[in-house]
């Protein structure tokens, strides 16, 4: 196990003395503190469960426990989800030992039917603790059930999210509500005990602010007027939300989009079309903008190209602004530029016997520009002053210190990556790239452009080439490392380090001198201090300005003084790049200052373990508090049979309160099955939609008719939502094939036995639950073995097809359906069966209606066409 530094060292001792929320800065050892915690707990040989935890996560914790052997190998990180029986588990189970990472859905099926120990259960860890905030996740009733079986069973949370419990109300005590807590624990950046660790550092930070090109310049310029306008249009269209946080400076992260979303929820269903398209195109324009920076002249071309032919920007309004086209000419003259018509006819004049027909050519009133990217020219003169700094025995004495490559180099994508290899083998590198790059996209805009031709269609330009690049890489993990020989950079006498096999996986054995790794923006925080251990690495240049990076590196100087660093952080001046890892920087301090202010004023859940009935009672009785289980109704009895799938909605943990043993099963018919002839389908709003356009509904409604007597459909409606399927706009006097409204129309009038429930929220589906079971048998529940083979007690025929055909024939329906089932094999022989047969089968009415309908001459439609 990695040594900790201070403040690690008081945040776990902190979080082990006493259960509760713990919520660190990214990028400052979460991974480390519960990495260390859980070791502790699998050292004293308990039973521990993990929630939220990822692959990567384990294999991580599995390393560390390698690395310090001091634990049974039976204890190690397990993950159990679908592939392990009931008996497996079992086997699992009965150690009552190590660290278990249970599928959500697996874990609420065992507690329920008490497969696993659960007061053997000494902790739960929980990772990623901002999702728990929402009551109605799986992982909240799990956390329920442990503790209601397992009262002394402590839950351990985490996360280094704080933005996420400020993006609402009150969303920490919700949490910690729902994590049964009473402590809550931050540890920001600014903290005093963290500042004195990281203050030691011995490396030097330089940040080099890169100029960007006039043309840059102009076209964030160009796509922030095109945001702005969108901005503007949307509040003016829209004046009853607010308004405070709708800003630019909001606009350039991804949590914009919830903060329009949570405002137009409750009525989106009212929202014109036009509003969600100005919502769509703030989100194509904010991804133009992040890849104007990021990718090269080519392919942010080839890339805006792409956007401008998907559909969410066939009926955007910016691409006709003078903004729009401000945006693809700039794009444009970054490539190239046309030429006069004199210098044209001269070149076609010394170019005409050069051509041939089987290359691809470039036009003659075309002058090929390729702009080069600013940050490689400066990215090449570090690599240069690197290279004299560390030339012959300086670089074999740093080796003797310690060091294990000169240069690492940190990118965000991989496409970043293997862009860069390419570009920094040589001086014309990057030019002779453009030019690939630039041949690529001619030859794919001259085949869209035949195309074209032959469809009568317009131009289409061609977005593959980036995603063709992504596609060559092998390794696909979110930590990856293309490594560039030194021989390509010109270092012919340098002396690689020896790294072992299973150092890292993905690294080869012998170490290059300039390793270039991939490290996402959603990537787990300790993989750069993990691969700064590893690579031991003399420069550090940070290519894209990354806050948790930035912190991992600090950390590491602390770690290792004796092998100092320099590190080059290289940004855009007067960029957008610049100003969201500013405003990032920003929001996590105001996110904490918040968390602060909440702390000293938090209402906590306290759960009595053994309460004083005496006191309780005294207390009712001088202020006169009415108990509320007095004025509600008794909590109801009964089992019910539930899907696997549907323990993610909120609705099984209502019916748990209310009072019903669930019993999870996989259920192919159905959803919840409350007696042998009641079986319903639940449906959110967006499922129904989905599911009608699809025709699965019509399947599974089919299914719950022939297996039971009340087949009820469940439409459950989002909490905080009008009560509203459509839109007044959207009635239509005729049934219509497109109208969600005309669908489940026709729907009702195949199935006429169909009940609907309309439910406005889950705990009014609760009491509509609870309603129904009270009319059935309190436990008389179908054979789930003969549901599972789709059979049926109460229908004893299996060919359905013929049955509903059966059912389509005038003069048979459901009241003597039965009759022609015992009387006839085929309907073959029903329809020439005599018509005294028909009347005793049928009866006199039915079986004229039928006879008449068989033997009825069908009009010649065609008669007298062709004449």
């Known amino acids: ?214 043309k840059m310049a102009s076209l964030t310029k160009a796509i922030l007027e095109a945001m702005n306008a969108c901005l503007n249009e949307l509040k003016r269209r829209n004046k009853s939300i607010d308004t405070s946080e709708l800003d630019m400076q909001n606009a350039l992260f991804k949590s914009f989009d919830y903060i329009i979303w949570k405002q137009l929820e409750p009525m989106w269903h009212n929202v014109s079309s036009h509003t969600k398209q100005l919502i769509r195109d703030l989100r194509t324009l904010r991804s133009i903008l992040t890849h104007s920076t990021k990718l090269n002249c080519v392919s942010f071309f080839n890339f805006l190209m792409a956007v401008t032919q998907s559909e969410d920007t066939s009926k955007s309004n910016w691409l006709m602004s003078k903004s729009g086209e401000r945006i693809f000419t700039c794009a444009k003259s970054r490539i190239y530029m046309k030429t006069s018509k ?162 890292f996986d993905g690294f080869s054995l012998v170490m290059p001198d300039v390793e270039i790794a991939t490290l996402g923006e959603r990537v787990e925080s300790w993989k750069g201090l993990e691969l700064l251990e590893l690579l031991k690495p003399r420069f550090v240049i940070v290519y894209e300005p990354h806050t948790s990076l930035i912190r991992q590196l600090e950390m590491y100087q602390n770690e290792v003084p004796e092998l100092p660093l320099e590190i080059f952080c290289l940004v855009y001046e007067n960029s957008v790049e610049k100003d969201k890892f500013e405003k990032a920087l920003q929001y996590e301090i105001h996110s904490f200052e918040r968390l602060i202010r909440e702390k000293e004023n938090l209402v906590v859940f306290v759960d009595n373990e053994c309460p004083n009935t005496e006191e309780i009672l005294e207390d009712q009785a001088k202020f006169g508090i009415v108990e ?69 509904l019509f399947a599974q409604v089919q299914q719950l008719c022939r297996h039971c007597r009340i087949a009820c459909l469940l439409i459950e409606f989002p909490p905080g939502k009008s009560f509203l399927l459509s839109s007044f706009s959207e009635l239509v006097k005729e049934l219509s094939p497109v109208s969600l409204l005309s669908r489940l129309v026709l729907l009702t009038i195949h199935f006429p036995t169909l009940r609907l429930i309309w439910c406005h929220n889950e705990y009014f589906c609760g009491s509509v639950f609870a309603a129904l079971k009270s009319s059935e048998p309190l436990d008389e529940l179908p054979d789930i073995d003969l549901l599972q083979k789709n059979d049926s007690e109460a229908k004893d025929y299996d060919n359905y097809l013929a049955v509903d055909l059966l059912l389509q024939l005038p003069g048979i329906h459901e009241r003597n359906f039965q009759n022609v089932l015992n009387k006839f094999n085929s309907i073959q022989e029903l329809c020439n069966a005599d018509k005294d047969v028909l009347e005793e089968t049928l009866g006199s009415n039915n079986a004229k209606i039928f006879h008449d309908f068989v033997h009825a001459t069908a009009p010649n439609l065609y008669e007298g066409q062709f004449k």
């Open 1 to 214: 196990m990695s040594w900790l530094l201070e403040y690690e060292k008081l945040a776990l001792k902190e979080i082990e003395s006493e259960d509760g929320l713990c919520i660190i800065g990214r990028g400052l050892g979460l991974h480390r503190i519960v990495s260390r915690l859980v070791h502790n707990l699998c050292q004293e040989q308990k039973l521990v469960l993990g929630l939220r935890f990822s692959k990567e996560w384990l294999h991580a914790l599995e390393q560390c426990f390698l690395v310090s052997q001091d634990i049974e190998p039976h204890c190690y990180p397990r993950e159990i989800d679908a592939s392990y029986s009931r008996s497996e588990r079992l086997s699992v189970y009965n150690l009552q030992q190590g660290f278990l990472v249970i599928s959500p859905t697996i874990l609420v099926h065992d507690l329920l039917l008490h497969v696993i120990p659960a007061d053997k259960v000494s902790c739960v860890v929980v990772n990623e603790a901002e999702f728990l905030a929402d009551e109605s996740r799986i992982e909240c009733f799990i956390v329920r059930l442990l503790k209601e079986q397992n009262r002394r069973c402590s839950v351990k949370a985490f996360s280094e999210r704080a933005e996420a419990f400020t993006r609402g109300f009150h969303l920490v005590e919700k949490a910690m509500r729902n994590l049964r807590v009473t402590k809550l624990y931050l540890w920001p950046r600014f903290r005093v005990e963290v500042d004195q660790s990281l203050q030691n550092a011995s490396g030097q930070l330089v940040e080099l602010e890169v100029r960007q090109t006039p």
């Open 342 to 503: 004199e210098n044209t006819d001269v070149e076609r004049k010394g170019k005409k016997a050069k051509s041939n027909s089987g290359s691809t050519t470039i036009p003659l009133d075309m002058k090929v520009i390729l702009e080069p990217s600013p940050k490689w020219s400066v990215l090449d003169s570090l690599l240069q002053e690197i290279k004299v700094k560390t030339d012959g025995e300086q670089w074999d004495e740093m080796i003797s210190m310690g060091y294990g490559c000169r240069v690492l180099v940190f990118v965000k994508d991989v496409s970043t990556a293997l862009e860069l290899s390419e570009v920094i083998k040589s001086s014309k590198a990057s030019q002779e790239y453009l030019q690939r790059e630039f041949q690529k996209l001619m030859k794919s805009r001259d085949e869209a452009i035949a195309r074209a031709k032959r469809l009568l269609a317009k131009e289409i330009a061609d977005s593959e080439n980036l995603l063709e690049t992504e596609a060559e890489v092998v390794d696909k993990e979110d930590v990856q490392v293309k490594t560039t020989s030194a021989a390509d950079l010109g270092w012919q006498d340098s002396k690689p380090a020896n790294v072992g096999k299973d150092s």
């Open 628 to 696: 509320a289980s007095d004025v509600t109704c008794t909590k109801v009895g009964g089992k019910i049979f539930v899907d696997m799938r549907e323990f993610r909605s909120k609705l099984p943990q209502i019916l748990y309160d209310t009072g019903f043993q669930l019993i999870p099963v996989t259920l192919s018919i159905g959803d919840y099955i409350l007696s042998k002839s009641i079986f319903v389908e639940r449906k959110s709003l967006s499922d129904l939609t989905s599911s009608l356009q699809s025709g699965r």
